[in-house]
């Protein structure tokens, strides 16, 4: 058995202006290799909503290679914030990236995801709390999640933390659904559903809803089959 110093565990990059934040991502030291094997491997990741690294930059240490897709200038490039908690400094991802001199294994892309090819070349495909954002809202969830999974390779990982609903609103509006709804979104041939967990409900105040409110997180973790051998 590996020593667990050879696979050490994932965390949240800390110096993240979302740190503090919700996430299911540390879980993924159960299914992600991190340590040697990844060093040597290389295996591609896609983080959909790289932000300014809380999920990018700890995959990079970790060995991989990872695409980040952020469209968010203030969270690439650096700024400061005003809040109702007081003022936050955002190191952006581009000098977070240089400073560690990792900016030769994460291209950064500038688009909407759903304009990317979605032919199956990354071993780890994430998105944490960006499917019910205003601008994926010109797709359907169905739509978004055929999409993210389709970018996944035989024998890769899909994890999503979404939110469930926690008012009529968000009940009806179709991005907030339930784990018998998620189920249903993401089965498909060709892979298993490692897990579909309700996580609990969390206040919070934050860019974009600085008004103390509440978020039903859970999360979904699913497994693409290697193809079949002819």
């Known amino acids: 058995m590996l020593e667990q110093t050879l696979n050490p565990p994932l965390e949240v990059d800390r110096g993240s202006y ?3 934040y919700f996430t299911y991502f540390p ?5 992600l290799p991190t340590g040697v094997y990844a060093q040597q491997v290389r295996p591609r990741a896609c983080v959909l909503g790289a932000s300014d690294g809380k999920f990018a930059l700890p995959l990079l240490r970790a060995g991989w290679e990872v695409v980040g897709v952020e469209t968010d200038e203030l969270f690439l490039d650096g700024g ?3 809040l109702v908690d007081g003022r936050h400094e955002v190191v952006g991802l ?10 030769d294994r994460c291209t950064i892309v500038e688009q909407d995801y759903m304009t990317l090819p979605a032919d199956g070349e990354f071993q780890f495909v994430m998105g944490s709390g960006l499917w019910s954002m205003p601008p994926n809202r010109h797709h359907t969830l169905q739509a978004l999640f055929d999409h993210a999974m389709g970018m996944v390779a035989p024998g890769g990982i899909f994890f999503a933390d979404w939110l469930i609903g926690l008012n009529p609103e968000e009940r009806a509006c179709g991005y907030y659904p339930g784990l018998e709804e998620m189920g249903r979104i993401v089965a498909r041939d060709g892979w298993e559903v490692f897990e579909n967990t309700d996580l609990g409900i969390y206040g919070e105040s934050h860019l974009g809803f600085e008004q103390w409110h509440y978020h039903r997180y859970a999360a979904i ?4 089959f290697h193809a079949a051998a002819g």
Not at 94 to 103: P, S, T, V
Request: without cysteine; aromatic residues 8%; neutral net charge.
């Open 80 to 82: 400061e914030l005003d």
């Open 18 to 20: 979302w740190a503090p």
């Open 27 to 31: 879980a993924m030291s159960r299914y």
């Open 94 to 103: 581009r000098k977070r990236l240089a400073d560690e001199g990792l900016e």
């Open 221 to 224: 973790v699913a497994h693409r």
